[in-house]
Each structure stands twice: as C-alpha cells, then as structure tokens.
C-alpha cells in the first residue's frame, strides 16, 4: 500500500476529502507507476471504511502526495472509474462508486462475438450460466413461498408480464420489458447482486442479438414462457418451475445453433 490516511484526522469521513501522507519508499511495492496510484486510492477507501458517495482526494492531491506525474494519475482513475471503483464528477470532485460491471460486459461481449461462429462458443456458455443461476433462484424463490407469503412482493413480475402480454398482442416485446420482468421477479431474494449479474448477463446477449438472426418464438411465445415462470413461482411447482426455465432459453439455443449451422 502507498500511502495512509492521517491517523490524527477525525471527524466524518464523508465531510471532506482525507489527507494523505506519503509511505516511505522502501515500503512500497514494485509496481508501474498507474497501478500503484491504483493500488493506493483502493488502500485508501479500505482503511477509512468509505462507501459509495464519500469524497476522495483530488488528482492534484494524488500528484503531490505520491510524488508521481499526472499522466500516471490519469491513466489510474481511467481503470478505477472503468470498474467503477471510482467516480469522477466534473467541477465537483471525486468520489467512491458504485459498483459496475461493465468492464466484464465489454470482454464478453468481444470474446463471445469473435467465437460466435464455433459450435461452442462463448454465449452459448455464458447462455448455459445463466440458466443454472436461475434455475436456482427461482427454486430458492418457492423455498420462501413455502415460509412467506410472496405474493404481494411478486405483484411487480405479474404487472411486467400483463406489459409482455400487451406488447405481444400489438407487436414485439421490447427488451427492457424483458429484462424488467427478471429484475423484480428476483427481487424478494434481497440479494442486490442478482440484479447487477444478470443485467450484465443480459446486456451481452443484447448486443449480440441482431448477430443471431431473428427469433424462431413469436411474441406471443416469450410472453407465455415468462408468464409459466411466474406461475411456476406464485404455485410452489418445482418441476414445472424447471420446465419453464429450460423453455426460457430454447430460443437462444435454437439460434445459436442454427448460427453454427451456417
């Protein structure tokens, strides 16, 4: 670690911006000049026990206190805020983020767009991951319906599957739409994570989507196969809760498939 809060400040930590001391440079690690800046800030947010919002020193401050060029700096904050470790707002300052996934996003998005063409590729087994992941949340999902009454929390899934059912009749189901109905349906789990990972899932297949080709399922299809998932939830049916994923995802497979084919 590069440097320390001052161990004399008190006070709030989300007052003001912390004052830095430099560490001797014997107790620094050999690192590039950009990752130690990096390697320091998260140090930093660590041992002040900084959330989301606090403020964090400026890349002035940075410059003098680790004695290092604005370049390296710069190229520092670039990562951090990337992953969202960092937030740099403009004439205001810079702070601790929140967290984001789209760094990940961005890797598969390229690495499964350059395998589409193998039989086993990567969206197919990224595909695959988020099926076993919510195969088990929805089991998890009956396992408190058995414990609780669900049913007022779940009133959020059946209102986006009654939008589903409207969009259908009148044309496409939009893709927010879809991906609105796998936010609130989790949302009982209290599991802030769920959310972040497969809208990260999601937005992958996204922005694969158009090269896939268009879907075999009608809309009317994606609508009924969300609703038996809903239905699978609010009636306890483990099996039929399994059935439904699996058919959740038979059109992905079928037009990955049918990409590999050509």
Known sequence: MVFHADPQRTGDA????????RVPA???????RAVEVQEAVKGLILERRLTTGDPLPTESELMEEL????????????????VGIVDIRHGFGMFVGRMSLNGLVDELTFHSRITLPDERNHLGHLIEIREILESGLVQRLIDQQDDLDLAPDLAPARNVIAQMETEARVGTVSPDTDRRFHDVLYHPLGNPLVGRLLGAFWEVYHQ????????????????????DIYTAVVT?????????????????????ARLGQH
Do not use: C, M, W
């Open 26 to 32: 014997g107790e620094r690690r050999r690192l590039s």
């Open 67 to 82: 004695g290092i060029g604005r370049n390296s700096v710069r190229e520092a904050l670039k990562v951090l805020q990337a």
């Open 236 to 256: 306890g049916d483990r099996a039929l809760a399994a059935t439904a994923i699996r058919a959740h995802f038979d059109g992905v497979r079928a037009r990955l």
């Open 14 to 21: 989300s007052a003001r911006p912390p004052k830095l001391r």
């Open 208 to 227: 694969l989507s158009d090269d896939l080709g268009p879907p075999d399922e009608t809309p009317a299809d994606v609508a009924r196969k969300h609703r």
